[in-house]
């Protein structure tokens, strides 16, 4: 056997290790979906979504739990952003490059692996007892931001990185300042990075259980939250709830809850790939 | 090495030094870029830095608008002088310094925005928002870059769909905006076509009509065509400095005329 025809052999072999690799991924995927639609899709209907929490299986919903999704969401986006974007800049763009700055990435690197049951109960001191926010909507959404800033630092940081030097040159050259760099020149370019792992991070805060569990939210809620401090329950609470208890009807129950927080994530991901790909278009070097 | 008088200093006193560099030294880190370089460079005339890869000619060239600042490990010792001033005193002008000094770059950078809004950038970043004083000054910009027949059917169109060399006139535009007094110019034409660089060429010819233009060059040929005064770095040292014929027929150090004579470089 000749060097080529061995060489042939092996770019073969890889290319079905790949196709296997590949697969077993999807093949998980589908039979998730496959037990989750079976099980759950027949018990989604306008009642489902609308009715609160029961012992009993067939009469009760997700509405607390949907709606305190919503909350969660809505303002980890308005706390998480501001301070993950804002940090980001300041480390990429004003800091000087030395020792503090690595020790700083270092650090920022290390947040985003920690277990987030620690958020939990940091959270649980500092937010609920310190601060003495309660069991509430907002303590939750401060918890989840945190959880998720390291991440949007560090994506941010990525995108800030990816916009040529010669731009912020040609700016800074002209006269403006620093933050009119920033804001006219690097941001736009970067936005569409940015925005990816923005909406990255929130998918993943969007499923997170193990730290709001830790406040409180895993307690039985019988009414929609109306304000940041009232106490809430989330979808994926909801669901690991239902999953926990003896009656075949609440299984069912979950299976239904995580086609709609599947659902939420699929369009949250959708979204953010149309408004890159868009961007993207609009910006090409 | 430190004062370089060229044989035209007796004509060029006639007219005002409008930049000078004094003893300037300049380290990155622990390397060190330029030498004790000191010269003079009179109003409204084209000087040309030039010398091979890595003699500091950049360099020298973003100390007069201060474009190293932003440089990881940048040092400086020295005085530059634009109209007697050391720019170098005081940081708060920063933003000021750059009306003055406008800078073209190597490779073409325009911002990913409609050729409008690059030239308008400048005047928008100093708050003017006048609508007919901005179209007045985009136009006239564009005239004088020698862009506006070409693009004054679409100036909303994104600026980087244009040319490599339309891209760098808009550029040019761009900085003539503001009104600078001085045009810093680094390798303009490196990245263009034979026909794109013989506009840049020709608009340096007659923007010096106004400006003090300095521009650094790898090709010799342009440096002879476009430049009044020739500056050649070697190894971070200023060489020699002076009327651009006599550096290039009698040049009086043996290195230049051996970097001219194509020797090395």
């Known amino acids: 056997m000749n060097r080529i025809t061995r060489s042939k052999i092996i770019d073969q072999l890889f290319k079905y290790f790949g196709i296997l690799c590949t697969s077993i991924g999807l093949i998980m995927l589908a039979a998730l979906l496959i037990n989750v639609f079976s099980d759950g899709f027949g018990r989604l209907s306008i009642d489902f979504f609308t009715a609160l929490p029961s012992r009993f299986p067939e009469k009760a919903g997700i509405l607390t739990a949907w709606t305190g999704t919503l909350w969660i969401f809505g303002l980890t986006i308005l706390i998480a952003i501001p301070l993950g974007v804002g940090a980001a800049i300041y480390l990429e763009e004003y800091t000087r490059k030395g020792f503090l700055s690595n020790v700083l990435e270092i650090n920022i690197a290390n947040l985003a692996g920690i277990p987030s049951i620690i958020y939990g109960i940091l959270g649980l001191t500092i937010f609920v007892r310190t601060l003495r926010l309660g069991e509430s909507v907002l303590s939750g959404a401060l918890i989840l931001s945190l959880l998720i800033m390291p991440i949007i630092v560090v994506s941010t940081r990525e995108a800030l990185r990816a916009v040529p030097k010669t731009i912020k040159e040609a700016s800074l050259a002209l006269g403006a300042s620093q933050w009119q760099?920033?804001?006219?020149?690097?941001?736009?370019?970067?936005?569409?990075?940015?925005?990816?792992?923005?909406?990255?991070?929130?998918?993943?805060?969007?499923?997170?259980?193990?730290?709001?569990?830790?406040?409180?939210?895993?307690?039985?809620?019988?009414f929609v939250a109306k304000s940041p401090l009232d106490e809430f329950t989330v979808l994926p609470i909801q669901i690991f709830n239902w999953i926990s208890r003896p009656q075949a009807g609440f299984a069912i129950n979950a299976a239904a809850g995580i086609i709609v927080l599947l659902g939420i994530v699929f369009v949250l991901n959708g979204i953010a790939v149309v408004i890159r790909q868009r961007a993207r278009n609009k910006i090409k070097w | 090495?430190?004062?370089?008088?060229?044989?035209?200093?007796?004509?060029?006193?006639?007219?005002?030094?409008?930049?000078?560099?004094?003893?300037?030294?300049?380290?990155?880190?622990?390397?060190?870029?330029?030498?004790?370089?000191?010269?003079?460079?009179?109003?409204?005339?084209?000087?040309?830095?030039?010398?091979?890869?890595?003699?500091?000619?950049?360099?020298?060239?973003?100390?007069?608008?201060?474009?190293?600042?932003?440089?990881?490990?940048?040092?400086?010792?020295?005085?530059?002088?634009?109209?007697?001033?050391?720019?170098?005193?005081?940081?708060?002008?920063?933003?000021?310094?750059?009306?003055?000094?406008?800078?073209?770059?190597?490779?073409?950078?325009?911002?990913?925005?409609?050729?409008?809004?690059?030239?308008?950038?400048?005047?928008?970043?100093?708050?003017?928002?006048?609508?007919?004083?901005?179209?007045?000054?985009?136009?006239?910009?564009?005239?004088?870059?020698?862009?506006?027949?070409?693009?004054?059917?679409?100036?909303?169109?994104?600026?980087?769909?244009l040319s490599g060399g339309q891209q760098q006139r808009l550029c040019l535009a761009r900085s003539l905006a503001v009104d600078p007094s001085i045009?810093?110019?680094?390798?303009?034409?490196?990245?263009?076509?034979?026909?794109?660089?013989?506009?840049?060429?020709?608009?340096?010819?007659?923007?010096?009509?106004?400006?003090?233009?300095?521009?650094?060059?790898?090709?010799?040929?342009?440096?002879?065509?476009?430049?009044?005064?020739?500056?050649?770095?070697?190894?971070?040292?200023?060489?020699?400095?002076?009327?651009?014929?006599?550096?290039?027929?009698?040049?009086?150090?043996?290195?230049?005329?051996?970097?001219?004579?194509?020797?090395f470089g």
């Open chain 2, 183 to 263: 045009l810093l110019m680094d390798e303009p034409a490196s990245a263009l076509d034979p026909i794109s660089t013989a506009k840049i060429e020709e608009l340096v010819e007659e923007l010096k009509k106004k400006h003090t233009i300095l521009i650094v060059t790898h090709n010799l040929q342009q440096a002879r065509r476009v430049s009044d005064q020739t500056a050649f770095l070697y190894f971070g040292e200023l060489v020699e400095y002076g009327n651009t014929e006599q550096v290039f027929t009698q040049p009086k150090e043996e290195q230049t005329a051996h970097y001219i004579g194509g020797r």
């Open chain 1, 181 to 222: 760099t920033i804001w006219h020149q690097v941001l736009p370019a970067a936005f569409p990075n940015i925005l990816t792992g923005i909406i990255l991070a929130l998918s993943r805060a969007i499923g997170e259980t193990a730290p709001l569990i830790m406040i409180g939210a895993l307690t039985y809620v019988p």
């Open chain 2, 1 to 161: 090495m430190t004062q370089i008088h060229s044989d035209t200093s007796q004509k060029e006193a006639q007219s005002k030094v409008k930049l000078s560099a004094r003893n300037i030294f300049v380290d990155y880190g622990a390397e060190h870029v330029l030498k004790d370089v000191s010269i003079d460079i009179p109003e409204k005339t084209v000087t040309a830095l030039i010398g091979p890869s890595g003699c500091g000619k950049s360099t020298f060239l973003r100390l007069f608008n201060r474009m190293n600042d932003h440089l990881e490990g940048f040092q400086r010792k020295g005085e530059i002088l634009i109209d007697g001033e050391d720019i170098y005193h005081d940081q708060k002008h920063l933003e000021e310094l750059r009306e003055t000094v406008g800078m073209v770059f190597q490779k073409p950078n325009p911002f990913p925005k409609s050729i409008y809004e690059n030239v308008a950038y400048g005047l928008r970043i100093r708050g003017v928002k006048d609508k007919k004083r901005l179209d007045q000054v985009v136009e006239e910009s564009l005239i004088k870059a020698a862009l506006f027949d070409e693009v004054k059917d679409h100036l909303k169109k994104n600026a980087l769909s």
